[in-house]
């Protein structure tokens, strides 16, 4: 396989998680998907252990084009906000 990947859960999309996120940033489920995409794909990229500074929570927003989506993805467990660092569980 060319390219740099990474592996994706094909249950994703029905998660109750994703259902969660759809309903607390009013979008479409398979939206919230997308956008998980960008946010896993930019840690896979970007981070040595899968801890970014917290001042680029506003950077990880706008590639995903929703404000408060990092906030919403600590709401249901799927980031964390440690002091100055968010971490991916």
């Known amino acids: 396989m060319a390219g740099d990947w990474m592996p994706f859960e094909l249950n994703t999309p029905d998660k109750p998680e994703v259902f969660e996120l759809a309903d607390l940033l009013g979008i479409d489920p398979d939206a919230v998907v997308g956008k998980l995409m960008r946010v896993w794909a930019w840690?896979?990229?970007?981070?040595?252990?899968?801890?970014?500074?917290?001042?680029?929570?506003?950077?990880?927003?706008?590639?995903?084009?929703?404000?408060?989506?990092?906030?919403?993805?600590?709401?249901?467990?799927?980031?964390?906000?440690?002091?100055s660092e968010i971490k991916m569980p």
């Open 43 to 83: 840690f896979d990229q970007y981070t040595e252990n899968g801890n970014a500074p917290v001042t680029l929570v506003s950077l990880l927003d706008r590639i995903t084009g929703v404000s408060g989506f990092c906030k919403s993805m600590e709401k249901v467990g799927w980031l964390d906000f440690e002091g």
